[in-house]
């Protein structure tokens, strides 16, 4: 009899080991990871490509645009992170490379480049990310992007053109594929503005 408790007891322990592992396995998956690209704007050749060979530094960002999370903003002076929504590099990389494949689409210069050691180009442009994130309000999400570049001569360290562009688009689907949606928009956007702004206004002759 009492062996026969004894099994008893040691199955019902078993039972309860195997019942509790399986709530802390369920307890302890990972979510999936989200990737976003951003991408450049479908820039059509302007009417006269400039005689000049630019390079484009990287795009400088503040703190909380340094790495992949996506950003969102509960309160004007709280920053917060989506672990599982990032960028599919860093924001200041990815936005680099779409001004660059947006200037040559739209033919505005002779060459356009990363800036490279040992290679002196016409012009420097030199940009800033401003905004990239989610800023949130009550009922509602709202894309902001806002970027700002200036070019720079490289004989005359003079700045001869500046520019900026901003984008904002409210989501209140309340998904952050949306969100992140909205904020590649805004990119390209931005982006587009900036590359037809410099093709307009960019001084023909260099001094």
């Known amino acids: 009899m009492k062996r026969t408790r004894f099994i008893l007891g040691l199955l019902t322990l ?6 509790l592992a399986g ?17 450049p704007p479908a820039a059509s050749p302007v009417g006269k490509t400039l005689p000049y060979d630019v390079a484009v530094f990287r795009f400088r ?6 790495q992949d999370r996506l950003v969102f903003m509960p309160a004007p002076y709280q920053v917060d992170y989506y672990n599982y929504h990032r960028w599919a590099g860093y924001p200041a990389d990815l936005v ?3 001004l660059i494949t ?7 210069f002779r060459s356009v480049s990363e800036i490279r050691t040992g290679v002196t180009p016409d012009y420097i442009l030199k940009g800033e990310i401003e905004n990239l994130e989610e800023v949130d309000t009550p009922g509602t999400a709202t894309a902001r992007v806002a970027i700002s570049l200036d070019a720079i001569d490289t004989k005359t360290r003079a700045v001869v053109w ?11 689907s309340g998904n952050i594929d949306d969100v992140a949606r909205e904020l590649n928009e805004g990119v390209r956007q931005t982006l587009d503005k900036l590359t037809h702004d410099i093709a307009a206004k960019f001084p023909e002759k260099r001094l």
């Open 162 to 172: 500046s520019g900026s562009a901003q984008y904002e688009k409210g989501v209140t």
């Open 96 to 98: 680099t490379g779409a």
């Open 23 to 39: 709530a802390l396995a369920g307890c302890g998956k990972v979510p999936a990871t989200h990737f976003y690209s951003l991408e």
């Open 102 to 108: 947006s200037l040559k689409r739209a033919r505005v």
């Open 61 to 66: 960002t503040a703190y909380r645009l340094s």
């Open 14 to 19: 078993a039972a309860i080991l195997v019942t």
